[in-house]
């Protein structure tokens, strides 16, 4: 018996954590990317799980998920805005 779409809720879940206390250990570091600024660990995060999701399509052993990788990349945007909305409530106080 498997948990239905168990695999993209993880997928949401850990890159979400992932994302959140990465961008918050970074101390919210911003990165100049042709005059547009943005997050950069969850930029950076964001790239290396495109990437990652992307190399599963060559490997005989792993398959390419769109679904993961979707769900990734949301968990790491909702990681992403959970981040700053507490970092928020801290300068405010």
């Known amino acids: 018996m498997s948990?239905?779409?168990i695999d993209i809720v993880a997928h949401f879940i850990l890159y979400g954590i992932v994302a959140y206390s990465g961008h918050l250990f970074l101390q919210r570091?911003?990165?100049?990317?042709f005059g547009l600024i943005v997050p950069f660990w969850p930029f950076l995060f964001g790239i290396f799980t495109i990437v990652e999701e992307g190399l599963q399509s060559f490997s005989p052993l792993?398959?390419?998920s769109f679904l993961d990788g979707l769900f990734s990349l949301l968990g790491i945007l909702v990681g992403y805005w959970l981040a700053?909305?507490?970092e928020g409530k801290h300068?405010?106080?």
């Open 29 to 33: 570091k911003r990165l100049n990317l």
């Open 91 to 93: 300068k405010n106080n």
């Open 62 to 64: 792993r398959t390419f």
């Open 3 to 5: 948990i239905p779409f």
């Open 84 to 86: 700053e909305k507490v």
